[in-house]
């Protein structure tokens, strides 16, 4: 087996990759992601892959149909941060899982989440598919988008081949990332910014291209050893080239910045709608509608024409004198037109033809291609016909959205793999100390951590208080429960006064470090992500049926009501039965007694009693 250096193969990706060649998916179908991704980019930003001038020079307009359909898609998929939870399955958990919960929301909010969030919708919404790179390094882990146009990857089978992302960077930059001495190796010849097909970008010299490449590969690679050419590992390797000025080749000099094995690879294909045999799928709101955008340029094309061509002044004449020469421009100029006797100058018809028809012709297109994409006029802003209800209108939203609302599915999928098996592992890995850390609640969850932090924590300053006073006197005290309801009021108080803040450390739970506390809840909690559309009048009156259940004298013996709310809330999926286990029961209050007067009246015994005391 001959085997390639890493340079080679990154070359040869390269090349196959800008080729246009493709990939035949079928007979009939070939997809070409390089063409397709760039395509995608010039149609986001109004941008013609023809030039932006026909070949008489006439500027070509862009009637852009598809920067519309990309925001709905990227409005009506969108996730927050406030909308990702931790869901306990046992009723043990339910505190450590919020606790992990806390974790997991002051990480997102030190890593600005929420703006990763956004872009990763929008990358979404306009191409059906993004790359998203974790990466753990220096004890922090880093979320980011990668854009399509900084990588070369295979499209059939993107998982399980190497990917290539095109890193420009500045000398401080790599400095800061890279060995000093390979640094200074490569900065000797200075480059310029380019796109993959190596034009340059702009004038700027002091950036410098790297490709930093992921994938499996002989372990022989790495060590140099013949021996380990059946091993095959994970690795990164970072190569910069110098070219010959002839184009990228194997006699260009090549630069090794860095190489090494690394635990996982740190790209995540995700997408909206996901193909069914794993390779990328960029058929969104854009790709879908490059035939219908083509077109209605077309049609705007035509209708500009027809009305350039109808503005002018234009006269015909049989006289030779004017043969070349522009009449209106010599008018303009305070020339002196003269003409030749019994010579016709007439005007010519250049009115506009039938640009009704082109018009209907382009809204053909537009109506199709929101069709295609799923995007209605009511959805776009549009203002009903006159007569129709507002009924009906909120129906059709609501059938529209259906499909947004599998997008936005398929969407927190892809956010509990990343949760499950990289971000909350990293928090749970990183949690091996007992740091304290902070968190604004509810009421709910204030009463669920008081409730479990205040009895721990009385008998812990009750368990100290005493231990000193037996070391002073020799003595045990009597009044150990006196002591512990004391100081359950005081830690009651301070509580209080914090409002909504805490503050946890772990040994305020029974655990010695956040680590041992959450152990094995990345798989014995729920991801729930809350961010697909529902139906509101629908959840509210659920929620109402069941505040009234509950509210029912005897609900607590009844094990079918139990049974029946339980259902009621696990399909809401907005209020857990577990949560409302964890509820304490209130105490049930006495009743007033009566005493039987003399005169046969009743005296109620309470008010008898404080008029007594007040007496």
Known sequence: MIEKSVSEIVLKLEQ?????????????VRYDLYTDINTIYAYLNSKHITGDKDSLGRDKPFANIVLAARNIWFRATDIDRKDINLTATKAEDIVAVFLLNVFLQNWMKKKKFGKFLNLWGIELAGFNSAVVKIIEKDDELDI????????IVDQVNFADNPKIEILELTEA????????????ALIDAETTRQLLDKRQKDNKSDYYKLYEIHGVFQLSKL???????????????????VSNGKGRSKKDVEYSLYSGREEYDPYMLTSLL????????LDGSVKNLFEAQWMMNHSVKSIKDQLDLASKLIFQTSDGNFIGQNALFAIESGDILIHQQNQPLTQLNNNSHDITSLQNFGQQWKALGSEIVGVSEAMLGAQPKSGTAWRQTEALLQENYSLFEIMTETKGLYLEDMLRDRIIPFLIKKGSNSNQVSATLNSFDIKKIDNKYLPFEARKRMA???????????????DLQEREDA?????????????????????????????ELFKGLEFESDIDITGEGKDVQAMYATLNTALQVVNNPGFEQNPRAKLIVDKI????????PLELSAIPEQAPQPQPQTLSAPNGGQVDAGLEALQSNQQ
């Not at 800061?176 to 390979?182: I, N």
């Not at 060590?223 to 190569?239: G, N």
């Not at 809330?569 to 857990?576: D, K, V, W, Y």
């Open 274 to 281: 996901p193909s069914t045999d794993g390779s990328i799928s």
């Open 487 to 515: 100081e359950r009021e005081g830690v009651q108080e301070e509580l209080t006064d914090m409002g909504t803040k805490r503050f946890f450390t772990p040994d305020e739970v029974g655990e010695l470090t956040w680590k």
């Open 16 to 28: 196959d990759y800008i080729s246009g060649v493709g990939t035949l998916m079928s007979e009939h």
């Open 569 to 576: 809330l696990t399909a809401s999926g907005h209020i857990s």
């Open 144 to 151: 980011a988008v990668t854009p399509w146009s900084r990588l």
């Open 223 to 241: 060590t140099k050893k013949e021996s380990d050419a059946e091993t095959f590992v994970q690795q990164m390797h970072v190569l910069s080239f």
């Open 464 to 478: 100290k208080k005493v231990i000193d006073e037996i070391i002073e006197t020799g003595e045990i005290p009597q």
């Open 173 to 184: 930059q790599m400095f800061d990332r890279y060995d000093k001495e390979k640094v200074e």
